[in-house]
């Protein structure tokens, strides 16, 4: 599935998107389990619009974009458990990020056709910084997705730049790097979007008639330590890959909330 050449783009790019990781039966259970979790969340009057706020676009155009985000989606339904320990996902990321691959959070993003949120250009290190900068987030396409429903764009070779300021620690001033600057990655629901945390990246909103579906989880190396107490999700810390050499070091620090 990766190829030595594979592994040079993504150390180079900072991305690599691998084709056809889950076949149709995977990506029609997983599907269906978003579905679930926005059913789920409705009923529990937590389904309140996610989309990113901010300067990045105007506030006529942003307050009519809609994302229907939710966290840890991996405690939610099986068929995301399966998908994050999947041989296939376990295989990639056993060569981009080395034998020991741990998870660190996962979400889904789901922007609704019309009028599906955008997001601003930005890094994901600021918001769960660790020492090494082995965190990737492997981004799951559940619909085919281009230019026009808001696709993922990144800037090849921007990791190398290292950690770079975030307005308000959020996002990338949007003059210096307008959303469409970046490159688009089109992609076919069961492809898989690999990129590091340091990759500048972003979307535009969906203005398609189709629903684009995201999941994303984040995954890192165990013996790469996270340099603020901060960010800890449920399912932080399970093993997709080989050993933890450091079990002792960093724990999650769970809270029972009301
Ligand atoms: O789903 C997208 O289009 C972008 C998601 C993203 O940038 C993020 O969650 O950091």
Redesign the pocket.
């Known amino acids: 599935m990766v190829r030595v050449e594979d592994v040079e783009f993504y150390k180079e790019n900072g991305y690599l998107l691998v084709k056809g990781v889950f076949n149709q039966a995977e990506v029609d259970q997983m599907r269906e389990a978003v579905e679930g979790i926005i059913r789920r969340a409705a009923q529990a009057k937590q389904d309140s619009n996610a989309a990113w706020q901010g300067d990045f676009l105007p506030p006529e155009q942003l307050k009519k974009l809609v994302?229907k985000?939710f966290h840890d989606v991996h405690y939610h339904d099986a068929s995301f458990m399966r998908a994050a320990i999947h041989p296939n996902m376990v295989e990639v990321l056993s060569r981009l990020i080395g034998p020991n691959v741990q998870i660190h959070h996962s979400?889904m993003?789901v922007?609704p056709p019309e009028n599906g949120?955008?997001?601003p250009m930005?890094q994901?290190y600021p918001?769960f910084p660790h020492e090494k900068h082995t965190m990737l987030?492997a981004?799951i396409h559940l619909d085919n997705?281009d230019e026009e429903n808001?696709?993922?764009?990144v800037i090849p070779g921007s990791h190398k730049q290292g950690e770079l300021p975030h307005v308000g620690a959020h996002y990338l001033n949007h003059k210096e790097y307008p959303i469409t600057d970046g490159t688009l990655c089109e992609a076919e629901a069961g492809d898989v979007l690999f990129f590091n945390y340091l990759t500048i990246?972003?979307?535009s909103a969906n203005r398609s008639e189709r629903t684009?579906r995201?999941v994303?989880i984040q995954y890192r190396d165990p013996a790469d330590f996270p340099t603020k107490n901060e960010h800890f999700d449920w399912g932080m810390g399970l093993m997709v890959s080989g050993e933890n050499p450091n079990f002792d070091k960093v724990k999650p620090n769970f809270k029972i909330v009301d």
């Open positions: 994302l985000g979400k993003l922007k949120a955008a997001f930005h994901d918001y987030a981004s997705a808001g696709c993922l764009r990246h972003g979307s684009r995201n994303l």
